[in-house]
T-cell receptor, first 115, second 113 residues
């Protein structure tokens, strides 16, 4: 079955450390997204990528970085500059870009905590 | 500003009863709306969607109603089952230079056996 795989499921970050969250999809989707989920808040967009080798900042990109070297992969790095990284991180994808009538397909998330 | 919100953060219903989850949105330019279900520790799953040129859409045991006049969206679940217990999000989708999706905070549905 096609889908989005996020790993690891749980991740712990030490002070001053960068950590990378993996997101892989086998849906052949062009567009991919990273969201952060905090209690009592809706999902907030960190970064998105319309196509391979292209990505754009979302609403809360500070302290995060991404790459899109392959269509199926969109890893997110949480840098030491992100002072409040504890959250549930969700990766999503859509088949194409520029159409507003596509639901997003989500992975099962990575929960990041501070040691 | 633009926002998508939910009227009830927690909803408890008896098994077998119908559930209604409500959502208000503020962006009149939104043209596509989606309901997602999120179980604990998992990512959101698509349930049903509706375009702004419709006011009702039915799926299996679920119905979405859209009232553009008052910017209101609702999800109705018929014969609610224990497996329906989850957090439900509405999402508003509009094109603003990129495919912008705004999510509500979610309503937790608790089904009482």
């Amino acid at each position: 079955d096609g889908g989005i795989t996020q790993s690891p499921k749980y991740l712990f970050r030490k002070e001053g450390q960068n950590v990378t969250l993996s997101c892989e999809q086998n849906l052949n989707h062009d567009a991919m997204y990273w969201y952060r989920q905090d209690p009592g808040q809706g999902l907030r967009l960190i970064y998105y990528s319309q196509i391979v080798n292209d990505f754009q900042k979302g609403d809360i990109a500070e302290g995060y970085s991404v790459s899109r070297e392959k269509k199926e992969s969109f890893p997110l790095t949480v840098t030491s500059a992100q002072k409040n990284p504890t959250a549930f991180y969700l990766c999503a994808s859509t088949p194409g870009w520029g159409r507003s009538n596509q639901p997003q397909h989500f992975g099962d998330g990575t929960r990041l905590s501070i040691l | 500003g633009e926002s998508v919100g939910l009227h009830l953060p927690t909803l408890s219903v008896q098994e077998g009863d119908n559930s209604i989850i409500n959502c208000a949105y503020s962006n009149s330019a939104s043209d596509y709306f989606i309901w997602y279900k999120q179980e604990s520790g998992k990512g959101p799953q698509f349930i049903i969607d509706i375009r702004s040129n419709m006011d009702k859409r039915q799926g299996q045991r679920v119905t979405v109603l859209l009232n553009k006049t008052v910017k209101h969206l609702s999800l109705q679940i018929a014969a609610t089952q224990p497996g329906d217990s989850a957090v439900y999000f509405c999402a508003e989708n509009s094109l603003r230079g990129y495919q912008k999706v705004t999510f509500g905070i979610g309503t937790k549905l608790q089904v009482i056996p």
